[in-house]
């Protein structure tokens, strides 16, 4: 079935360096990619997209790319804040199934 | 605030009891789904309903159930509980069938077994 394989953790970077979060992943067909995030205590909300390969989806200044081609969608940001302490999920769904997680990616930043 | 009430908060009970947690979705979304999430296993797919009808089931056991009331509101019911169970569980919701793919979650009830 599909599925979702992120870089295991914990990461733990200081402020201001820089960021990378792999995901790669395995379906058929032509799945569409996330980033959710869930800060202490609180739910997953959606970080960013990308529904279509070569899409860039972006915010917040994170960026994440569709490759097809290595079936991946790796996470990044230039630097990283304080803030950014947080569980990151690498996520997919076909055909407005039901969301596939991967495990998790817990980042700390130490200031 | 995502808009997604979830109850209890923190729930802690014995083995072989029975809980029912609570998920109100955001106003005008008509799916809800159930997630577990736990230390060993991640984040795991149990459920989702749409407009009173189940559309969906993940690695929901079989001492595990769901419905979604008139008012869209939806109740996971968990029985015979193990040590196992322990775990956060989430309720999300969205306004049809991931036409975006954005999930909006709760703030999750932890169920505690001991």
């Known amino acids: 079935g599909d599925s979702v394989t992120q870089m295991e953790g914990p990461v733990t970077l200081s402020e201001e360096a820089f960021l990378t979060i792999n995901c790669t992943y395995t379906?058929?067909?032509?799945?569409?990619l996330f980033w959710y995030v869930q800060y202490p205590g609180e739910g997953l909300q959606l970080l960013l997209k990308?529904?279509?390969?070569?899409d860039k989806g972006s915010n917040k200044g994170f960026e994440a790319t569709y490759r097809k081609e290595t079936t991946s969608f790796h996470l990044e940001k230039g630097s990283v804040q304080v803030s950014d302490s947080a569980v990151y999920f690498c996520?997919?769904?076909?055909?407005?199934?039901?969301?596939?997680f991967g495990q998790g990616t817990r980042l700390t930043i130490n200031p | 605030d995502s808009g997604v009430t979830q109850t209890p908060k923190h729930l802690i009970t014995a083995t072989g009891q029975r809980v029912t947690l609570r998920c109100s979705p955001r106003?005008?979304?008509?799916?809800v789904y159930w997630y577990q999430q736990s230390l060993d296993q991640g984040l795991q797919f149990l459920i989702q309903?749409?407009?009173?009808?189940?559309?969906a089931k993940g690695n929901i056991l079989e001492r595990f159930s769901a419905q979604q009331f008139p008012d869209l509101h939806s109740e996971l019911n968990l029985s015979s509980l193990e040590l196992g169970d322990s775990a956060l569980y989430f309720c999300?919701?969205?306004?049809?069938?991931?036409?975006?793919?954005?999930?909006?979650f709760g703030e999750g009830s932890r169920l505690t077994v001991l």
């Open positions: 999300a919701s969205s306004v049809g069938f991931l036409d975006t793919g954005e999930l909006f």
């Open positions: 379906a058929t067909g032509y799945p569409s």
């Open positions: 990308a529904t279509k390969a070569d």
């Open positions: 309903y749409y407009n009173g009808e189940e559309r």
């Open positions: 106003s005008g979304d008509l799916s």
């Open positions: 996520a997919l769904t076909k055909g407005a199934q039901k969301l596939v």
